[in-house]
């Protein structure tokens, strides 16, 4: 989900949206690594 919005962000050149997301990618590959993260099956 986050790459896809990415990906529109980046059409849009819309640089607050891809820091906002590019933080939620940074939080959720720190979740991973702490194993702190729960499966939501793409929800």
């Known amino acids: 989900r ?3 919005e ?3 962000a980046g059409s849009k050149r819309d ?3 891809i ?6 990618l940074e939080e959720l ?3 991973c690594r702490d194993g702190s993260i729960v499966e939501n ?3």
Do not use: T
Not at 19 to 24: D, S, V
């Open 6 to 8: 990415i990906l529109v």
């Open 41 to 43: 099956d793409g929800k």
């Open 15 to 17: 640089w607050d949206r």
């Open 29 to 31: 590959a720190r979740e």
């Open 19 to 24: 820091i906002e997301l590019a933080q939620e």
């Open 2 to 4: 986050i790459l896809r």
